[in-house]
C-alpha cells in the first residue's frame, strides 16, 4: 500500500495556525487502516491515482472527525498517546475541528463530481452522528443487550467499512444493486469483528497495543464482551463486577473459570462470523467473474481474522 498523505496545506488556510497544529497532532501516529483498505479494494478496479487519493482522504477526513468528536463525548484524555484535541486546544476547537473536517469532505467530492459519491458519503456520515447519539443514550444503562450493541456498532464502526468497499465501485461507476448489497454485508461484518476486537482490549484480551484496561467500564459503558460476561449473572454479581477498578477485581467477582468460558464462547461466536465473511467474499467473487472478481476477493479473503484476532 502507499503511504498517502492525506492532510496537505490546500485543504487548511495557513492563516488558520491554531487549527492546523491540531491536525497536525491528529493526523501523526494514526495506522492509516482505512486508507489501506479503499486502496486494496480500489487495485483491482483500477481506479486512476486521483480518485484513490480522494477516497483515502475522504475516509481518513471522516474518521478523524469522529475521533475528535468522540473524545469530547468520552472525555478522553489520550488518543495515540498524545493529549486529546478538546484537552489540549480546548472543547470548542475540538468541535470546531471536527466539523471542519466533515466540511471540506463535501467540498473536495463535489469537485470530483460523482453525485452518487456525495449521497452515499452524507448518508455515512449521518449514520456515524446517529450512532453516536444511541451509544451516549446508552452510557449507565446496563441491562443492554448485545443486538442493541450490534446496532450501535453497524451505525459507527461498520458505515466506515461500509463505506471503504463500496465508496471505490461507486466511484468507477459500477453501480449494480446486487453487487453493493453484498459490499454491504462484507463491511458490516468486518465493522462488527473489529469493533468486538476492540471491546476485548477493555479487558486486556489481546492487547497487543496497551490500551488502557476497563476504561469503557469506568466510564460507565458496558460494551459486547461487558454485556457477554455478565448477563446471565445473579443481579448482586453483576452489579459488583459493574463497579470493579481492576481486572483482577473484576474477576474475582465473575470467578476466572467463567472469565475464561465466556471468552471462549464470545470467540467461536465471532468464528462463525469470519466463516460468514468468507462465504459473503465468495460470493461477491463469483459476481464480480473474472480477473476483477479473483483480484477483489484475493485482497478481502485476508482481513477477517487479523482484524478480530489482533494478529501483529
Same mark, same amino acid.
Given at each position: ?61 471522516? *474518521? ?6 468522540? %473524545? ?60 453516536? $447519539? ?6 449507565? %444503562?446496563? %441491562? ?18 461500509? $463505506? ?60 459486547? @464482551? ?32 467463567? @472469565? ?18 468468507? *462465504? ?28 478480530? $484476532?489482533?494478529?501483529?
Amino acid at each position: 500500500m502507499r503511504n498517502i498523505k492525506v492532510y496537505d496545506s490546500g485543504d487548511f488556510p495557513a492563516y488558520l495556525p491554531k487549527l492546523n497544529n491540531l491536525y497536525d497532532d491528529l493526523f501523526s501516529g494514526g495506522k492509516g487502516f482505512r486508507s489501506a483498505l479503499v486502496q486494496k479494494v480500489s487495485a483491482p478496479l483500477k481506479l486512476a491515482d486521483r480518485p484513490v487519493e480522494l477516497l483515502c482522504q475522504t475516509i481518513e477526513f471522516i *474518521h478523524n472527525a469522529s475521533l475528535l468528536h468522540d %473524545d469530547l463525548v468520552d472525555r478522553s484524555h489520550l488518543r495515540r498517546n498524545k493529549p486529546t484535541a478538546w484537552l489540549k486546544y480546548t472543547p470548542e476547537y475540538a468541535v470546531l475541528a471536527g466539523d471542519y473536517l466533515l466540511a471540506r469532505v463535501m467540498v473536495n467530492l463535489s469537485h470530483h463530481g460523482n453525485v452518487r459519491l456525495i449521497q452515499y458519503t452524507a448518508e455515512v456520515i449521518s449514520d456515524l452522528l446517529e450512532g453516536e $447519539w444511541i451509544q451516549d443514550s446508552l452510557v449507565r %444503562d446496563f %441491562d443492554i443487550s448485545v443486538e442493541q450493541l450490534d446496532r450501535v456498532h453497524n451505525l459507527k464502526t461498520g458505515s466506515l467499512f461500509k $463505506w471503504c468497499l463500496r465508496a471505490p465501485f461507486i466511484a468507477a461507476e459500477l453501480y449494480d444493486k446486487d453487487l453493493h448489497t453484498l459490499l454491504e454485508e462484507c463491511g458490516s461484518i468486518l465493522g462488527l469483528l473489529f469493533q468486538r476486537s476492540d471491546d476485548l482490549l477493555d479487558f486486556d484480551i489481546r492487547n497487543y497495543e496497551n490500551k488502557a484496561v476497563l476504561g469503557d467500564l469506568k466510564s460507565g459503558y458496558l460494551n459486547s @464482551f461487558g454485556v457477554f460476561l455478565t448477563k446471565d449473572l445473579p443481579e448482586n454479581t453483576r452489579q459488583a463486577a459493574f463497579k470493579s477498578q481492576s481486572l483482577g477485581e473484576l474477576k474475582s467477582i465473575v470467578t476466572e473459570k467463567h @472469565f475464561e468460558e465466556r471468552l471462549a464462547e464470545f470467540d467461536r461466536i465471532n468464528v462463525s462470523l469470519i466463516d460468514l465473511y468468507a *462465504h459473503q467474499v465468495k460470493r461477491l467473487e463469483a459476481l464480480l467473474g473474472g480477473e476483477r472478481g479473483a483480484g477483489v476477493a484475493a485482497e478481502l479473503l485476508p482481513l477477517s481474522k487479523p482484524l478480530y $484476532w489482533r494478529k501483529k
